[in-house]
Structure formats: structure tokens, C-alpha cells
């Protein structure tokens, strides 16, 4: 009885919201339907200002304020701000190790190869590859982004879709609904248009699994506009997650401000300094004389009339610090250090052998996989249904069927060497057929032609040793016929 209960409330709560959420759109009260999502603009905001270098807060380091012998202020001194772009390095790291080699999409279905065919015509067409790791960077960046299908007629007025990436650096505001489960319920997109030279409208449109809602805000109120959703699902993938650097701000600021401060130091230090002793010099060298004289008193103050005072090394505990943030920078964000000195020598490494070097981001790859997983399988889902619905209603049949599974590729490369060599022991043990080992080549683009190939090649050997020993022949032919 308890879940049953549990189970009734939770339906009248949903529906409750629903109805309130219906009745705010009927009304085209959208300000208020706004209200009903959630944004993330605190956090995205945050994470904006820390990926862009000139907001760092190193960048709000005062001058030196210079004082004469009398106490006034006589100027100021610039002093360096050096805002060191962490964020972005992490970032892109992140990317290539998941998206860096487009997602291998299979057909895990049987008798649906058409629609497979068309599902993947739609995702090179869509540019998906692409898309998709902007997305991912926008989100590493952002904490937020998405993928939005439209559906409509091109030119020739046939069925289309394309993907628009929407974030906030963009210009979109985004917003979602979601039930007690974590189900996306639906989805806003809030973004300005402008309408001429002088005039912009604020769009505000609602994406459900049956209807979209195109709003649109005039001085007199909202104008809402319904359209039937064809697909019948939201057309949206949603990316949302920590920025990529999360934990090491402070660590962060901490090397810019011992960078900056340096950096003061080393314009007094670091360059020699001429010490002169007035006692015994009697004159300096100008500087385009072509013999230079030093005149001093004797020849007995010649290494006593000038000298150099130079900086002889810097204080080796601040370049402790440096190097122990520089590691738990990278470490704490799970990032390899990847510059000149440390692949210098990687040119003979294996694929394997570069991915346990490479260990730290391999292990953040796959924490984030926990949650793209999902979002490709929505992906293949939604495109199914769009191709199944909309684009190719002809193959509505075989989208009901067709069930799509997706792998990551290794940033790299697999070692296609050390691959087709445990193929061939495999088949040659019987452990593995052709197809199989047809489906496990990496060099293989095409498998079902290429099965075709290998199929057309045994029967015309086959026929070649039934020519040679005349199998096809009939006695006469073999042994001459009687006269």
C-alpha cells in the first residue's frame, strides 16, 4: 500500500505541474512559466570569467603608487599582471581524450541495414563530429551547453535537419525542467533576434515531446505560437557538468600572483648594475667613441673604478612553490603534462604504451563517459525518430527496430600492428571466424562489402578447382566419347 500511495502522489504532483505548467502557456504568462525552470547562470557566469585570462583576478593587481623625498606622490609604476591560461589547456585535454576521434556508431540490430545506412548519412551530414566536441568544450568551459535538432524544409522543399550548438558565450540562455527522477520534462531556449537596423526581439521557445512553443515578447505581452513536434522527443542533448578545472582556482591564482610579483623583481634584479666609485674614476667612456677610455687616478684603481653587482640566482623556495603548483594543478584536474620536453622522445612508443603515460586523462575520459553514455544513446535515439518520422517516413518499420550502440576511440590510435596480428592468431585457432575478424579490422571502412569481396573470392577459387580437376565436366568430355 505504501508504494501504491507513494506512486499516486507522485502522479498528481506531476500531473499537477503539468497542468499548472499548460495552464501559464494557455494564459501566455511565459514570465511566469520561466519561473518553473531551473538555469545555471550563477555557475556558468563563474566559469566564464575564470576561462577568459583577462578576468583573472591577477588583472585587478593595483600600480605602485611612487613617493618623492617630500611624501607627495609623483606617480605610479605599472606592475606586471600575468593571468595564465590553465583553464583552457585543461579543457582541451579533456576534449581530444574523448571526442578527439569520432564516435564508432554499430548496428546492434537485424534487418534494419537501411536505416542504419540513413542514420549514419544523417550524422556526417549534420556534421555531428564536430558538433559534438563543441559542445563538450563549450560545457568543460561553461558547465552547460547543447545540442539542438531543428527539423524543417530545405529549397527543394523536401524534410531536414540540421544541429544548432547553443551556449551561453553564444548569446543563448538555457533552461530545463526536469521530474523527481532526473527526466528532462522540457526544454527552453531564450535568445535575442534582431528584427532590423534598430529593433530586437527576446525569443523564448519551449520544447516538450509534442509541442514547441515559439514565444516571443511585444509591448503588448507574449505572442505564442504552437507547433507539432514530429519527432516525439525533445529535440535536445543536454551537456551540463563541473568546469574542468574545478579545485585548482586557488592553486591558480596562487602561481599568477608569485609569476606577477617576480616578474617586478626580476625589472629591478635581474639585469647587471654598474657600480662606479666617484673616488678614483675620472671619467667615463661616451657611448660612440671608437677607442673607449676609462681615465681614473693610478693604475692601481683601475679594478676599483667599476663593477658589476649581478642577481646571483633567485630565492630557490619560491621556485619550490612554482613547481609543486604546477603539479598539483595538473594532477588535482587529472591532467597529463604534455609539452616539448616530455614527448620528445615518444616517437617510437606504441599506442598502449602512450596511453599508461597518459593515464590521468584516460581516467577522467572515463568518469565523463558514465554520463555521455547516455547522452549518445538519447542521440541515437532522437535521431532515429527524427529519421524514422520526418525524413524517411518509408523507413518507419525498420527505426522501430533498429537498435543503434556506440564505442569511444582511443584518442591516439589503436596499435593497428599489434591488433591484426592477435585477429589472425585468433582465427588462425579457430577462435574467431572471418566475419568476426572482418568486424575487428581496423583497416576495414566497409565491412559488408568487404564481407561480400571475400564471399565472391572463395566461390571464383572454389570454381577455378573445379575447372582444373573437371569437376564440372561430364564423362565424355573426361575420357573422350566412342566413335
Known amino acids: 500500500m505504501g508504494l501504491i500511495r507513494m506512486f499516486t502522489n507522485y502522479l498528481n504532483s506531476v500531473v499537477g505541474r503539468n497542468q499548472e505548467f499548460e495552464e501559464l502557456i494557455k494564459n501566455k504568462d511565459i514570465s511566469k512559466v520561466k519561473e518553473l525552470f531551473t538555469s545555471r547562470d550563477n555557475l556558468v557566469a563563474e566559469a566564464m570569467r575564470e576561462y577568459d585570462p583577462q578576468q583573472h583576478d591577477i588583472m585587478n593587481r593595483e600600480d605602485k603608487i611612487l613617493i618623492n623625498p617630500k611624501g607627495k606622490r609623483k606617480g605610479t609604476l605599472e606592475r606586471w599582471k600575468l593571468p595564465i591560461n590553465y583553464p583552457q589547456y585543461i579543457n582541451e585535454i579533456s576534449v581530444v581524450f574523448i ?10 540490430s537485424e534487418g534494419t541495414d537501411n536505416a542504419f545506412k540513413e542514420f549514419q548519412n544523417l550524422i556526417k551530414k549534420t556534421r555531428f563530429d564536430s558538433k559534438i566536441r563543441q559542445c563538450k568544450r563549450l560545457a568543460g568551459a561553461e558547465t552547460q551547453s547543447a545540442m539542438l535538432f531543428r527539423v524543417f524544409r530545405n529549397k527543394e522543399n523536401k524534410p531536414d535537419c540540421q544541429i544548432r550548438v547553443l551556449a551561453k558565450s553564444k548569446g543563448d540562455e538555457i533552461y530545463a525542467r526536469w521530474d523527481m527522477y532526473e527526466n528532462l520534462v522540457s526544454f527552453a531556449w531564450g535568445y535575442y533576434v534582431k528584427d532590423s537596423s534598430t529593433e530586437t526581439s527576446y525569443h523564448f521557445d519551449i520544447f516538450t515531446p509534442d509541442v514547441t512553443y515559439r514565444c516571443k515578447r511585444k509591448l503588448t505581452g507574449w505572442e505564442v505560437i504552437e507547433e507539432l513536434n514530429p519527432s516525439g522527443k525533445i529535440p535536445i542533448i543536454l551537456f551540463q557538468q563541473d568546469k574542468e578545472w574545478k579545485g585548482s582556482e586557488r592553486l591558480i591564482a596562487r602561481e599568477e600572483y608569485i609569476g606577477s610579483k617576480t616578474a617586478d623583481t626580476n625589472d629591478y634584479f635581474a639585469d647587471p648594475i654598474l657600480a662606479l666609485s666617484t673616488d678614483v674614476l675620472v671619467q667615463m667612456p661616451e657611448k660612440d667613441d671608437d677607442g673607449k677610455t676609462m681615465i681614473v687616478k ?94 524517411n517516413v518509408a523507413l518507419k518499420g525498420e527505426c522501430n527496430n533498429l537498435v543503434v550502440g556506440h564505442e569511444f576511440q582511443e584518442p591516439f590510435g589503436e596499435d593497428i600492428k599489434e591488433t591484426i596480428e592477435n585477429i589472425v592468431k585468433a582465427k588462425d585457432a579457430d577462435m574467431l571466424s572471418t566475419e568476426g575478424a572482418v568486424e575487428l579490422n581496423p583497416l576495414i571502412k566497409d565491412k559488408q562489402q568487404e564481407l561480400k569481396r571475400i564471399e565472391k573470392e572463395s566461390a571464383d577459387a572454389a570454381q577455378k578447382q573445379r575447372d582444373l580437376f573437371g569437376v564440372n565436366q561430364n564423362q565424355d568430355d573426361i575420357f573422350g566419347g566412342a566413335e
Open 298 to 391: 693610478g693604475l692601481d684603481d683601475v679594478s676599483k673604478a667599476a663593477s658589476y653587482l649581478t642577481w646571483d640566482n633567485a630565492s630557490e623556495s619560491k621556485q619550490k612553490e612554482i613547481e609543486w603548483l604546477q603539479k598539483h594543478i595538473l594532477t588535482k584536474t587529472f591532467t597529463p603534462n604534455i609539452d616539448f620536453e616530455s614527448m620528445k622522445g615518444l616517437s617510437n612508443v606504441s599506442g598502449k604504451a602512450l596511453k599508461q603515460m597518459m593515464l590521468l586523462a584516460d581516467i577522467k575520459a572515463s568518469k565523463h563517459k558514465e554520463t555521455h553514455d547516455e547522452l549518445l544513446d538519447r542521440t541515437a535515439n532522437l535521431l532515429v525518430a527524427i529519421i524514422g518520422n520526418v525524413l
Open 99 to 108: 571526442y578527439g576521434r569520432p564516435v564508432k556508431w554499430t548496428n546492434l
